[in-house]
Every structure is written in structure tokens, then in C-alpha cells.
T-cell receptor
Framework: DAGVTQSPTHLIKTRGQQVTLRCSPI?????VSWYQQVLGQGPQFIFQ???????GRGNFPDRFSARQFPNYSSELNVNALLLGDSALYLC?????????????FGDGTRLSIL | GESVGLHLPTLSVQEGDNSIINCAYS??????FIWYKQESGKGPQFIID?????DKRQGQRVTVLLNKTVKHLSLQIAATQPGDSAVYFC??????????????FGAGTQVVVTP
């Protein structure tokens, strides 16, 4: 079975631009979460979606937004990109809620801001 | 791929020896914990989890120990192999105010297996 898939794998943008990252969860998983991982640090929670509704938001500015589609795939949008947004963006899915099921991660989208 | 482990604490282990990776968690109310392994250029890979009603859980070559008194987790890897070289993260579930949880990751430990 396919794991969590993310696209694109790499992306280069300039300051001020907007970006959309995509994620397909493991088949049957209804929960999708997004994380930002800066080099040398652990992933930081951005959003969780379950059954197409936002269930949690981390300490990120309103420039970050996300949504989940009826097929449980998800998009993360970042507006007005800053140099500090350069990071690995990870998507994770789980069959239940975060509090009772392990999350399984994709290999991420490496976003570089010039 | 880029190294995930830049500036992280490093544990050097000889092939065949046992590894012990330690982690302190932040919230005494956390009740679910997960260990992840992250190889260079990859996303975190689930290793093993444990709930707060347990002190110990074993998997294939791995054991997780939970000490709630001092808010400490450890991951033991038996007979460490070169393929075990990676960054290891512990993560705790922090419950949000509306009873939904989010994963909070620790700082990570770089494990280097030497022949």
C-alpha cells in the first residue's frame, strides 16, 4: 500500500510569493496534519484536519492556511513568503485522531526561499 | 539528501552493541508517546508508541521505557546495525483545549553506528 505522498518534493520561491503544497494520506486515513521542520530541529505542528474540519492549529501566522478535501487529501498554502519559511514541510496521516493513533509521515516538500 | 541532524546531540555506537536514546518530555498530563526515526532526506518513520498506563513496551529489537515520575522516555535498540544510523525523535501528544491532540517533538538525537 502507498504511504503518505507529498508533492512537489522540492520547490524554490522568492520572497513575497505564494506556495501550495499537496498531500495524499494513506488510504483509509481521515486525519491529516502538517508540520514545518527547520534544519537541525524537530517538526513543529502547523495544522490538523480530521473529517475535513480544522481540529488544531499551531503557533503560525495567518499567512499559513490549509484545507482538506472530500477524498481526505490536503493542501497547505503559505502567502507572502519570507526567508524564514525555508524548511521541510511534512504531512502526516492517521486513521483516528492524533490523540489515539500514531501519525505516519510523508517524505516532505523541501521549500527554499530566495 | 540534507542532514537532518545538524547541531543535534550525537550518540556513537559500535555495530552490535545496544543503544539507549533518552528523552525528557514537557507535560505531565501527556498520555501518549511515540518514537520516530528520520533518515537523511526522508520523513519521520514510526518506530514504537506507548501510552501512559504502561511503563514498558517491546517491539522488534526496540524497547521503550516510560518513567512518568520524572517525565522521561527512553528507546533501547538491541544489536545496533548500520541501518539504524539516523536521527531519533521522541514525541508526546499534547491535548488542546478542545480535546484534540497535537504531536510535540523533542530535540532529536543523531545516532551514528560505527563498524
Amino acid at each position: 500500500d502507498a504511504g503518505v505522498t507529498q508533492s512537489p518534493t522540492h520547490l524554490i520561491k522568492t520572497r513575497g510569493q505564494q506556495v501550495t503544497l499537496r498531500c495524499s494520506p494513506i488510504s483509509g486515513h481521515k486525519s491529516v496534519s502538517w508540520y514545518q521542520q527547520v534544519l537541525g530541529q524537530g517538526p513543529q505542528f502547523i495544522f490538523q484536519y480530521y473529517e475535513k474540519e480544522e481540529r488544531g492549529r499551531g503557533n503560525f501566522p495567518d499567512r499559513f492556511s490549509a484545507r482538506q478535501f472530500p477524498n481526505y487529501s490536503s493542501e497547505l498554502n503559505v502567502n507572502a513568503l519570507l526567508l524564514g519559511d525555508s524548511a521541510l514541510y511534512l504531512c502526516a496521516s492517521s486513521s483516528g485522531t492524533v490523540s489515539n493513533q500514531p501519525q505516519h509521515f510523508g517524505d516532505g516538500t523541501r521549500l527554499s526561499i530566495l | 539528501g540534507e542532514s537532518v541532524g545538524l547541531h543535534l546531540p550525537t550518540l556513537s555506537v559500535q555495530e552490535g552493541d545496544n543503544s539507549i536514546i533518552n528523552c525528557a518530555y514537557s507535560n505531565s498530563a501527556s498520555d501518549y508517546f511515540i518514537w520516530y526515526k528520520q533518515e537523511s532526506g526522508k520523513g519521520p518513520q514510526f518506530i514504537i508508541d506507548i501510552r501512559s498506563n504502561m511503563d514498558k513496551r517491546q517491539g522488534q529489537r526496540v524497547t521503550v521505557l516510560l518513567n512518568k515520575t520524572v517525565k522521561h522516555l527512553s528507546l533501547q535498540i538491541a544489536a545496533t546495525q548500520p541501518g539504524d544510523s539516523a536521527v531519533y525523535f521522541c514525541a508526546e501528544i499534547l491535548m488542546t483545549t478542545d480535546s484534540w491532540g497535537k504531536l510535540q517533538f523533542g530535540a532529536g538525537t543523531q545516532v551514528v553506528v560505527t563498524p
